[in-house]
């Protein structure tokens, strides 16, 4: 704000003039904007000394981040419950055992699948720390959290015992354990994990460490990684990702973490296809991909386009770009 924009505000709300004075002194030093003096000026009139006006426009200044800051995490987690609890509902009617009721298949699935959305967001939840303490061990529990919580969910929405049958993803592969079956283990290989690995391969270095710590293929760059929506310090490929930048290393990672988070959470919608595929007529190479193979199907790319795609500041209006940074640094993310 220049200082005859200033005096214009001092002739239209009769402010104090010595606290005008430390205003414009202090202007450049708060970046105190005109619409933040005119309220402040106008609410105060004379009864305050510039202490008490430094104090007021630093907490004017910060206080909405933090209601703000509150609302976004109620968001996600709201969106992370609901997204549970609706999936798992309504896969659990898709898949309803004979001439049960659907409603009772719905409420079922969707407390049930409800537990697990609560899961997904606290490993998610713990994925902030992982900047917060430069420190990637974080990344070991969220993912047995998050596993958790998708198998719950999966369970859920297939009409499963509840609590009987647990998965867990990890690179290249999907290990299953079922309680209740005479099979009680299994394993098989994840194909778009192996397709994103080789897409990501000529674009950078094999980062062994962070894939280990975090279960996703991670790919190093020195160079900025360009996409249809420019240059970026990061790329997802859905089950793998490459980072750019050392600097940022641990906030990128966090961010395309929490991208393979959302990936894997669409899975459930292979729940729904369960009696279709049951329909497919046995035969010898049905058997080979469903011993082999688990359709780890991209749903994810799909949902995340119909969000749109931005640029620049309105990048985060997207959903999930919004979700994944918001869990990564754990702060306000501005939406303009
Ligand atoms: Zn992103």
């Not at 030093?29 to 305050?48: H, M, P, T």
């Not at 190093?220 to 990702?241: C, Q, V, W």
């Amino acid at each position: 704000m220049s200082y005859s924009a200033f005096c214009i505000l001092y002739k239209g709300i009769s402010c104090h003039s010595f606290i005008l004075t430390a205003i414009i002194n202090n202007a450049n030093q708060y970046q105190i904007s005109y619409k933040e003096v005119l309220i402040i000026c106008a609410g105060f009139d004379n009864r305050i000394s510039v202490d008490q006006m430094k104090v007021l426009i630093v907490f004017w200044r910060h206080f909405p981040v933090a209601v703000f800051s509150q609302n976004q995490d109620i968001k996600v987690f709201t969106h992370n419950i609901i997204f549970g609890g609706l999936s798992s509902g309504v896969g659990a009617v898709i898949n309803k055992p004979g001439k049960e009721n659907w409603k009772k298949s719905f409420v079922r699935g969707m407390w049930q699948g409800s537990i697990g959305g609560l899961l997904n967001y606290s490993a998610k939840k713990i994925i902030c720390f992982i900047d917060k303490k430069n420190n990637l061990g974080y990344a070991v529990p969220a993912r047995i959290i998050s596993s958790a919580g998708n198998s719950i969910i999966q369970n859920a929405a297939s009409n499963g015992p509840f609590l009987k049958n647990w998965s867990l993803e990890y690179g290249f592969l999907r290990f299953d354990f079922y309680a209740n079956s005479e099979k009680k283990f299994r394993i098989r290989i994840l194909p778009e994990s192996v397709i994103a690995t080789a897409i990501a391969i000529p674009n950078g270095r094999f980062d062994i460490n962070t894939s280990l710590l975090t279960g996703v293929m991670a790919f190093k760059s020195k160079e900025l990684i360009n996409t249809n929506h420019g240059s970026h310090d990061g790329a997802n490929y859905g089950r793998a990702f490459i980072y750019t930048n050392d600097i940022l290393k641990y906030h990128l990672v966090s961010h395309e973490v929490i991208h393979e988070y959302q990936y894997r959470e669409f899975l459930v919608f292979n729940s729904y296809l369960k009696k279709e595929v049951a329909k497919i007529k046995e035969s010898g190479f049905k058997k080979m991909l469903t011993k082999y193979f688990y359709p780890d199907v991209p749903y994810f790319s799909f949902f995340y386009m119909l969000e749109g795609v931005e640029s620049g500041p309105r990048y985060f209006r997207n959903y999930y770009e919004f979700e994944a940074e918001r869990f990564a640094t754990n702060k306000y993310v501005h939406l303009d």
